[in-house]
């Protein structure tokens, strides 16, 4: 299916940003009020002192000039009906053309009912390929999922990250083994957690929990050459990358409760690494258009990381960004200036990313039902030393 919308009319035959924008331009410094599923449309009206904010005359002026353009379009599919709340996305490790998705913690569509805790295979089409329950797990908000090879066993990592309100004291990584066939109906127990709480929540003796300053997280990879989890924030301004070590996971016994287990495994705490930097606009039309969408669009909503480890992908609800971390390079340094960047083709729910097996192509969902909850994105060339 090939998609063409008002963004990608607007982006046709445009230079970087880089090469236009005014001096000492600020990106990011537009109030954050909105709620998210509101950024999905354009605000017609130019504000002013009505109480509608101005938009400058020359940015109004290229705005209008820019319908003349013709623009491209992206392939895209459509998630099950069942799917309506993507929230991660993960590439199969054993199956080809594969991928794992959840919804974050309803999984009864249409309905305000938490339901069991469900993982769905789909291909790139976004056709339905099985379902995995996951046993004696309690679904609190999934966000994020990736996968790893553990003791040569394909193993998916689901993160229960989400916290909106930032009010947990802690937070869970998820092992289930993959199944070795897709099927419907597959229910596994989890073989690990991972319990945490990040290196910056302190001690609140009065508060259920006894810590606060929790935070909010959608993205989620597994780092196979340092052997650690990467997570990143979504809410602060500054999105803040933690790491976490697989060493830290506490294997679970097939003979007792996955509850009693997961009460008694021991809090590890998330390790801090860098602040993201501010993310520029992409391109011409996503600055331009900036002042009618909401600052929720800048938010990162999950990270996919290529087969070999050195670029990074992190998603927001309107681009993608790209880091590139060469031999022996850290990620602080990778993080410092995005490799590339892309505006998506509308400004979604896009929560969840993966890289294909060879790494050229990013696969990225949004929550929703519908046509173009898939698309499939083509991966930058990155310059290896």
């Known amino acids: ?18 090469t236009w924008a005014p001096r000492n331009t600020r990106y990011s410094s537009f109030p954050r009020k909105l709620e998210p599923r509101k950024i999905n449309k354009l605000d017609s009206r130019i504000r002013g002192n009505d109480g509608f904010f101005e938009l400058p005359t020359y940015r109004l002026a290229a705005l209008f000039c820019l319908l003349f353009f013709i623009g491209h379009s992206t392939f895209a599919a459509t998630l099950p009906a069942i799917v309506d709340e993507a929230s991660g996305l993960t590439r199969s490790p054993q199956h080809v053309g594969v991928y794992w998705t959840h919804n974050d913690n309803i999984n009864l569509p249409a309905s305000s009912k938490k339901g069991v805790p469900l993982l ?31 003791d040569g066993n394909p193993t998916l990592v689901i993160g229960d990250i989400g916290d909106n309100r930032g009010t947990w004291p802690d937070y869970r990584l998820w092992f289930v083994p993959e199944p070795v066939a897709l099927k419907t109906n597959i229910t596994q127990r989890p073989t690990a957690i991972i319990r945490f709480r990040y290196s910056d929540q302190v001690p609140a003796p009065r508060r259920q929990g006894g810590f606060s300053g929790g935070h909010d997280a959608e993205s989620l990879v597994f780092d196979a050459e340092h052997r650690e989890f990467l997570i990143l924030t979504k809410r ?54 900036h002042p009618f969408t909401s600052p929720y669009a800048d938010q990162p909503t999950a990270m996919a990381l290529t087969p070999d480890g050195h670029l990074l992908a992190i998603l927001t609800y309107s681009a993608v960004y790209y880091f590139y971390r060469r031999a022996k390079e850290d990620w602080p340094t990778a993080l410092q200036k995005p490799f590339a960047s892309v505006s998506l083709p509308s400004i979604e729910q896009w929560e969840g990313a993966s890289f294909s097996a060879d790494g050229k192509k990013l696969v990225i969902v949004h929550e929703g039902r519908g046509e173009n909850t898939v698309t499939i994105l083509q991966a930058p060339w990155a310059l290896k030393n």
């Open 120 to 150: 769905f295979a789909i291909n790139n089409d976004g056709k339905l390929l099985g379902t995995l329950k996951l046993d004696g797990v309690r679904q609190r908000d999934w966000e994020a999922i990736t996968h790893l090879d553990l």
């Open 236 to 289: 602060e301004k500054s999105a803040r990358l933690f790491a976490i070590p697989l060493t830290s996971r506490v294997n679970l016994s097939d003979g007792k409760p996955i509850s009693a287990q997961e009460k008694k495994a021991a809090v590890v705490t998330a390790r801090f690494i860098a602040n993201l930097p501010t993310l520029p606009a992409p391109d011409l039309v996503s600055w331009l258009l």
């Open 1 to 18: 299916m090939q998609r063409l919308s008002f963004r990608s009319v607007l982006r046709a035959s445009l230079p970087p940003i880089d």
